[in-house]
């Protein structure tokens, strides 16, 4: 069953914590992308990896950092949260070939809360 | 700049009638386009994709048409029913190596009324 994992579905967070967001999926895909959705602004890339320790930065990446050690995961890090990166936080993947190979599978998503 | 940009936050279309969602692109490297629908809660999935040596594609109910001079397309669904009330997001990005680094417009909310 294809599928791409996010924990937790729901945070909250006070000013100033850290904030790990985790993601997984099981379809050895190469490419891993985290968007955030906020109301009016759609989906904002933060950060893309091509593969193990090859990221980079999207449209967004200030007070974002990630880390992808191993291909199937791929996890976002905010180091002293922010009220506004208060959101809901995608993680998707692409297979990076063949016919579908832009094609992006999305987890279920993480709403964060940063009070 | 949003470099993609969908105009319309909100469309409502009576069941059975044709509904239109529009999205422009400012990038004329742009090469692969996409609608991708998403209910509230739940994550977005792809409905319908083109690359851009076509300017049609068909899908059932679905038909994508691209306007490359214009850095246009449009997702035209047919026969619209209840069940396609959704927030639908057009994407465009440049093949990198197979790789696609998809920018999102902001959305369109769909309504379909009986």
């Known amino acids: 069953d294809m599928k791409v994992t996010q924990m937790p579905r729901y945070l909250i967070k006070r000013m100033g914590e850290n904030v790990l967001l985790e993601c997984g999926q099981d379809m050895s895909h190469e490419t891993m992308y985290w968007y955030r959705q906020d109301p009016g602004l759609g989906l904002q890339l933060i950060y893309i990896?091509?593969?193990?320790?090859?990221?980079s930065e999207g449209d967004i990446p200030k007070g974002y950092r990630v880390s992808r050690k191993k291909r199937e995961h791929f996890s976002l890090i905010l180091d002293s949260a922010k009220t506004n990166q208060t959101s809901v936080y995608f993680c998707?993947?692409?297979?990076?070939?063949?016919?579908?190979?832009?094609?992006?599978?999305f987890g279920s998503g993480t709403r964060l809360t940063v009070l | 700049g949003q470099q993609v940009k969908q105009s319309s936050p909100s469309l409502t279309v009576q069941e059975g009638g044709i509904s239109i969602l529009n999205c422009d692109y400012e990038?004329?490297?742009?090469?692969?386009f996409a609608w991708y629908k998403k209910y509230p809660d739940n994550s977005p999935t792809l409905l319908i994709s083109v690359r851009s040596n076509v300017d049609k594609r068909e899908d059932g109910r679905l038909t994508v048409f691209l306007n490359k001079s214009g850095k246009h397309f449009s997702l035209h669904i047919t026969a619209s029913q209840p069940e396609d009330t959704a927030v639908y997001l057009c994407a465009a990005g440049a093949n990198q190596g197979g790789s696609a680094k998809l920018i999102f417009g902001e959305g369109t909310k769909l309504t379909v009324s009986s």
């Open positions: 990038n004329d490297m742009f090469d692969y």
């Open positions: 990896s091509y593969d193990v320790d090859s990221n």
């Open positions: 998707a993947s692409s297979p990076g070939t063949g016919e579908s190979a832009e094609t992006l599978y």
